[in-house]
């Protein structure tokens, strides 16, 4: 299972961002997890977090052993992209948007969606869709592109006719987690 950890952060630098990464994965570890990717939003003072393992309960156990800070730790699921060639990036988005769900949505209509309006990208080269977690919850998503600017993931939205709730811009994390 995947799991998402929110954390607000004071800096977003690489001073800040590397014991993040230092914390996260060795609780994660600790628990006998696997940390996926960190994405830190520059403009919302973020970091989101994904690791891989099979309870929620024993990673929420080890982030407060380790007394790792973290406001939300929820179950997503992947869409877009295979989980193997996330490992193997670490990430590497320039831009993180968010979409607040309305209440009304379920993950069958949102995943009949997806599929319906993903082809929709190619209108628009210059931005790359790189993949999605969505909560199992339902609350939210988070997107994750690379493109020329903030305008042109905003044109990207607009092609596949998906609202925007936060638009981030992206630290570069540089992670290699070991």
Same mark, same amino acid.
């Given at each position: 299972?995947?799991?998402?950890?929110?954390?607000?952060?004071?800096?977003?630098?690489?001073?800040?961002?590397?014991? /993040? =990464?230092?914390?996260?994965?060795?609780?994660?570890?600790?628990? +006998? +997890?696997?940390?996926?990717?960190?994405?830190?939003?520059?403009?919302?003072?973020?970091?989101?977090?994904?690791?891989?393992?099979?309870?929620?309960?024993?990673?929420?156990?080890?982030?407060?052993?380790?007394?790792?800070? *973290?406001?939300?730790?929820?179950?997503?699921?992947?869409?877009?992209?295979? /989980?193997?060639?996330?490992?193997?990036?670490?990430?590497?988005?320039?831009?993180?948007?968010?979409?607040? *769900?309305?209440?009304?949505?379920?993950?069958?209509?949102?995943?009949?969606?997806?599929?319906?309006? +993903?082809?929709?990208?190619?209108?628009?080269?210059?931005?790359?869709? /790189?993949?999605?977690?969505?909560?199992?919850?339902?609350?939210?998503? =988070?997107? =994750?592109?690379?493109?020329?600017?903030?305008?042109?993931?905003? $044109?990207? $939205?607009?092609?596949?006719?998906?609202?925007?709730?936060?638009?981030?811009? /992206?630290?570069?994390? $540089?992670? $290699?987690?070991?």
């Amino acid at each position: 299972m995947l799991f998402l950890i929110e954390r607000a952060m004071d800096r977003v630098d690489e001073g800040a961002i590397q014991p /993040l =990464l230092s914390e996260v994965s060795a609780a994660v570890r600790a628990a +006998g +997890g696997e940390l996926i990717e960190t994405q830190v939003s520059v403009t919302l003072g973020r970091a989101y977090v994904i690791v891989e393992h099979e309870s929620r309960d024993r990673i929420e156990a080890y982030l407060r052993v380790h007394n790792v800070p *973290f406001e939300s730790l929820d179950e997503v699921r992947l869409v877009g992209a295979d /989980l193997e060639a996330v490992k193997a990036s670490r990430g590497s988005a320039q831009y993180l948007v968010e979409w607040d *769900f309305p209440p009304t949505l379920t993950m069958d209509r949102y995943l009949a969606r997806k599929k319906e309006k +993903g082809p929709l990208y190619a209108q628009i080269p210059e931005v790359q869709f /790189l993949r999605t977690y969505v909560r199992e919850d339902m609350t939210k998503c =988070l997107c =994750l592109y690379n493109g020329p600017d903030t305008e042109s993931i905003c $044109r990207a $939205r607009e092609i596949v006719d998906t609202p925007i709730s936060r638009l981030s811009t /992206l630290a570069e994390t $540089r992670e $290699r987690v070991s």
